[in-house]
């Protein structure tokens, strides 16, 4: 069975600093992987996502994310955060054998707050 | 370059009310979904579409109902609404299976 965990339900770093949200996942098969980032008031908006090919993947306003398969990890990071990444973080794992969107898990979120 | 609009962006109904909330898209794409999102839950699967008249059930589909007459609308329906049903809902569409999901900005439905 397929399930996704977000480690931490909150996140706090200072204007500058490096950000590390946790994502690990389980799944029968080779997995295709996604960050979805979610302002206020808003919808989800793709971060990044990873399909089989290079395991290391860059996604939009500098956030990156490694897929770790010996550990079943799939953390996302950013070298400085800036105030205008302040949101919310949802990680999502979907088999990789053709099914639907019903094949979709939604981890349940880590909200990002940045301190001036 | 519309994407995915959801209407109304508000709605309060009192228990026991029905309405539709609309989903339209402009992407020409296969797949359209249904979430409702929850504080510490996540988004939950509420029915989905892999194209015009074929739906299916996601994880919490009671309560509500679909139809796909065409690509572009995916109508969600709320039989008879229970506080339950309060929270923010959002419909999402997708080229292919895996492909991404593009997401409209939600409608917040409170029963009261």
């Known amino acids: 069975a397929q399930s996704v965990t977000q480690l931490d339900s909150h996140v706090s770093v200072s204007e500058g600093t490096p950000v590390l949200l946790r994502c690990n996942y389980s799944s029968s098969y080779s997995p295709s992987l996604f960050w979805y980032v979610q302002h206020p008031n808003k919808g989800l908006q793709l971060l990044l996502k990873y399909t089989s090919a290079a395991t290391l993947v860059k996604g939009i306003n500098g956030f990156e994310a490694e897929f770790k398969k010996s550990e079943t990890s799939f953390h996302l990071t950013k070298p400085s955060a800036h105030m205008s990444d302040a949101a919310e973080y949802f990680c999502v794992v979907s088999m990789n054998y053709g099914g639907s969107q019903g094949n979709l898990i939604f981890g349940k979120g880590t909200k990002l707050s940045v301190k001036p | 370059n519309a994407g995915v609009t959801q209407t109304p962006k508000f709605q309060v109904l009192k228990t026991g009310q029905s309405m539709t909330l609309q989903c339209a898209q402009d992407?020409?794409?296969?797949?359209m979904s249904w979430y409702r999102q929850d504080p510490g839950m996540g988004l939950r699967l509420i029915h989905y579409s892999v194209g015009a008249g074929i739906t299916d059930q996601g994880e919490v589909p009671n309560g509500y109902n679909v139809s796909r007459s065409t690509t572009e609308d995916f109508p969600l329906r709320l039989l008879s609404a229970a506080p339950s049903q309060t929270s923010v809902y959002f419909c999402?569409?997708?080229?292919?299976?895996?492909?991404?999901?593009?997401f409209g900005n939600g409608t917040r439905l409170t029963v009261t």
């Open positions: 999402a569409s997708s080229a292919h299976a895996i492909s991404p999901l593009h």
């Open positions: 992407m020409n794409h296969e797949y």
